[in-house]
């Protein structure tokens, strides 16, 4: 009974800025692995930012100093913070767990548009 659920999306204006979360219910948060990912149109699902279990976070090159992950292990909840977003964020946003044991639980998405 694991869900992960997105949620903060929508339509900005390039420089804009737009703070993604994830709830998660069913597992043990504070000892799973926290990520987002994103898919554009036409292009390969890649990881854009995760925090681990002891709250390390790492960033894929093109993100770096404009967006911060975070956890609340309290609320069971991973964020997403993303300023001075550009047109090649656009893309749906995944939240994605990994537990100790490596099973992997995904959301089921939302939807980040940046466009004049």
């Known amino acids: 009974q694991v869900k992960l659920v997105e949620s903060g999306g929508g339509l900005v204006q390039p420089g804009g800025s737009l703070r993604l979360s994830c709830a998660a219910s069913?597992?043990?948060?504070?000892?799973?692995?926290m990520n987002w990912y994103r898919q554009a149109p036409g292009k390969e699902r890649e990881l854009v930012a995760g925090?681990?279990?002891?709250?390390?976070?790492n960033y894929i090159d093109s993100v770096k100093g404009r967006f911060t992950i975070s956890r609340d292990n309290a609320k069971n909840s991973v964020y997403l913070q993303m300023n001075s977003l550009k047109p090649e964020d656009t893309a749906v946003y995944y939240c994605?767990?990994?537990?100790?044991?490596?099973?992997?639980?995904w959301g089921q998405g939302t939807q980040v548009s940046v466009s004049s």
């Open positions: 994605h767990s990994v537990t100790p044991a490596g099973t992997q639980y």
């Open positions: 925090v681990s279990r002891g709250a390390i976070t």
């Open positions: 069913g597992l043990r948060f504070s000892i799973v692995d």
